[in-house]
């Protein structure tokens, strides 16, 4: 079983930045792509950005390149996916989930069923 947990929502006002972090734990010694998607008031679940196991290819909506960025780190055999945020607009308010185990493709990634509870992220204007 995987477990995700994770951190660093908050309210910051626009133009702003925030960091968001996912902590993995569970089913150990197997590589995995790791991603963060979001959902806002009256929407639907979308993919903001995805790295696959080695880091070495990203995938992001156009929403929001050239603004986030997604990395990784290995600490103590398990994998943390952070999300660093620069120039948030209002429209960048959702709760952002992080999903990992999924499958990416050339230019996406498809979800699995491990999904972390959810961070809030608020951008005043």
């Known amino acids: 079983q995987v477990q995700l947990v994770e951190s660093g929502g908050g309210l910051v006002q626009a133009g702003g930045s925030l960091r968001l972090s996912c902590a993995r734990s569970?089913?150990?010694?197997?590589?995995?792509?790791m991603a963060w998607f979001r959902q806002g008031p009256g929407k639907e679940r979308e993919f903001v950005a995805a790295i696959s196991w080695n880091g070495a290819r990203t995938y992001y909506a156009d929403s929001v390149k050239g603004r986030f960025t997604i990395s990784r780190e290995r600490v103590n055999a398990e994998n943390t996916v952070y999300l660093q945020m620069n120039s948030l607009k209002p429209e960048d308010t959702a709760v952002y989930y992080c999903?990992?185990?999924?499958?990416?493709?050339?230019?996406?990634?498809?979800?699995?069923?491990?999904w972390g509870q959810g961070t809030q992220v608020t951008v005043s204007s």
């Open positions: 569970g089913r150990t010694f197997t590589t995995y792509a």
């Open positions: 999903n990992s185990d999924g499958v990416t493709t050339n230019s996406a990634y498809v979800p699995s069923s491990y």
